[in-house]
Structure formats: C-alpha cells, structure tokens
C-alpha cells in the first residue's frame, strides 16, 4: 500500500470537498427545482380535482335541490290543491244542502198548513159521496119496496089525524099502490070515510115520497127531503154550495110556505 504524504492528502481533500459541495448544491437546486414542478403539478391536479369535486357536488347539490324542491313543491302543492278542493267541495255542497233544506221546510210548511184544509175537503168528499149513494138507495127503494109510498103517507096522514079533507100528493106511479093500500092508510089515520082524503098526483116528488096537506098545515114526507133535512141537520157546511146540495133539494116556496106538522120519519 502506498504512503501518502501529509501535505498531498489535505491538497487532495479540499479539492474533493469543494467538488463534493457544488455537486450537492447542483443536485439541490435540481432536486427543489423538481420538487416545485411536481409540487406545482400536484396542486394543479389538486385545484383540477377540486374544481371537478365541486362542479360536481353542486351539479349533484343543485339536482338534489331541484328534485328535493320538486317533492317538496308537488306534496305542497297537493295538499294545498285538497285543502282546496275540499273546501270549495263544502262550500258548494254547503249551499246545494241549504236550498234543498229551504226547498223541504218551505214544502213542509205548506203540507202543514194544507193539511186540514186536505182533510176537511177529504171529509166533505166522503160525505157527498154517502149522501149520493144514499141517494140512490132512495131512489131505488121503491121498486124494490112498493110499499114503502103506502107507510109514508099513513104517517104524513097520521099528522092530520084531527083534520078533514086531506090532500095526499103522490108521485104517478105511486098512485095506484097507494089506493090500494087506501084501507091501510084510513085505518091507521083513523079517518072514518073515504072521501076525507083526496089523491093528487105530482111529478116532482120522488117515487116513495108524499105530501100531506090539510087546511094551513101540510107534513112533507118527501124521502129527498127528509134526506136533505138530515144532511143540513148534521153536515150543515155540506149545503153551503150548491154542488154540495142534494139533488132534490128543499121543498117548493109554494109548498114550504105554511109550518108543517111533522117531518114524517119514521
């Protein structure tokens, strides 16, 4: 191995300092010059990434919004379109219920108010129609009851008992059976003769019905009239118009005109 001498070596080593030194400070300045790009690249990309990250996080913030927004403003809008849907529902239904209830109080009122004036014309009705029915009864009586002439003058007769010259009217086709029934009529009026009573034949009074008269005095046994004395009797309101009035009516002003002695019911 050889010697190095004192001097050569300090010679040599400040020469391998100083080239050792610049070297480092070369590969300094290089390795901070790269540090810098790489630094500066890195906060390139970061900034890049960064501006990426939030373009995206708004683009994904503003879709959420407008999404969220759009949820939040079709729930709103809904359940305000219900609210109002129903509210104007009730109102209309509100003044739909009103005018029926007015329509049904007003119909009520009037059914109300009607009624008895419904009952009462219900009533007479019923009436009339007894009173017709009966009417025709009558009418029909003496063809089923020939004798029926003969009963009603020996009770209009019997009213006159204490008179003389008797005037007994009949209807024609009465006359003959009330001549035939003449003793029974004499006997029960107690009249001692025959010509004590006279007969008159008139056309107006229904068959069944007769006319007593003697002097002033006169009995009307007129079946209609009897039945129009009983309907004015109990249903005087039926005779207040003449539609109401029995067919036959009262008696004649001629006929009516002396008080009778007696109505001749039976």
């Not at 849907?85 to 059914?111: P, Q």
């Not at 009035?245 to 009778?260: H, I, K, L, N, Y």
């Amino acid at each position: 191995m050889p010697i190095v001498k004192n001097a050569q070596a300090r010679e040599l080593l400040g020469s391998a300092v100083v080239l050792d030194l610049a070297d480092v400070r070369r590969e300094a300045v290089d390795i901070v010059a790269s540090a810098r790009l790489e630094a500066d690249a890195i906060i390139d990309a970061a900034r890049e990434e960064a501006a990426r990250l939030t373009g995206d996080a708004a683009e994904a913030g503003r879709t959420e919004g407008l999404e969220a927004g759009l949820a939040e403003g079709r729930k709103t809008g809904l359940e305000t379109g219900h609210e109002q849907g129903r509210a104007e529902a009730m109102a209309s239904m509100e003044e739909r219920l009103e005018a029926i209830a007015t329509g049904w109080s007003a119909s009520l009122e009037a059914f109300i108010a009607g009624r008895e004036t419904l009952r009462e014309e219900a009533r007479r009705d019923l009436l009339r129609l007894s009173i017709a029915i009966a009417e025709r009864v009558l009418g029909r009586l003496p063809a089923h009851d020939p004798g029926r002439v003969a009963e009603q003058a020996a009770a209009a007769i019997d009213m006159l008992a204490s008179a003389t010259g008797i005037r007994l009217r009949v209807h024609p086709e009465d006359l003959e059976i009330v001549k035939s029934h003449f003793e029974q009529v004499v006997g029960i009026a107690g009249a001692g003769q025959a010509h004590d009573l006279v007969f008159e034949t008139d056309d107006t009074i229904v068959r069944g019905g007769c006319v007593a008269a003697a002097g002033d005095g006169e009995v009307d046994a007129r079946l209609d009239v009897q039945m129009s004395r009983i309907v004015k009797g109990l249903f005087p309101e039926l005779l207040e118009s003449p539609s109401s009035t029995p067919s036959s009516g009262e008696p004649d002003a001629d006929r009516g005109s002396s008080p009778t002695t007696g109505e001749g019911d039976e």
